[in-house]
């Protein structure tokens, strides 16, 4: 599967969700920077991952590296941009060195992943 990016100033931290089966789940908002109409895009940190938002705060400007996710339930088709890293950026877009919990590599998000459970329909 492959990685993408996308540059932005985070808008919104929402709370870390806990669901009865244990999984848990972190959500944010990062406002893209480069277009002409800014689009606001959703992303969710899963697992261990929600480690990745440790430190930020809305303003911030970050690089965020997620992946695809796409499901079928029920005849609708859901997608999902699961971030696996989050690099802030300093003034001048280089990344902040040595920020604690930024995951470095990708994870795997199992295959039978499906949070569902929390979309309206």
Do not use: C, H
Not at 31 to 53: G, M, N, S, W
């Amino acid at each position: 599967m492959a990685a993408y990016t996308m540059d932005g100033v985070v808008k919104v931290l929402m709370d870390e969700q806990t669901f009865d089966s244990g999984f848990t789940k972190r959500e944010f908002v990062v406002t893209t920077k480069e277009d002409k109409y800014p689009q606001d895009i959703k992303f969710e940190a899963v697992k261990d991952r929600t480690a990745i938002l440790n430190g930020v705060n809305p303003g911030d400007e970050v690089t965020v590296t997620f992946d695809l996710r796409g499901n079928e339930y029920k005849d609708r088709y859901y997608v999902n941009l699961v971030a696996w890293k989050l690099d802030k950026m300093q003034a001048g877009g280089a990344p902040v060195a040595g920020q604690p919990g930024l995951a470095e590599e990708p994870r795997e998000v199992p295959d039978d992943f499906d949070d569902i459970i929390d979309r309206p329909f």
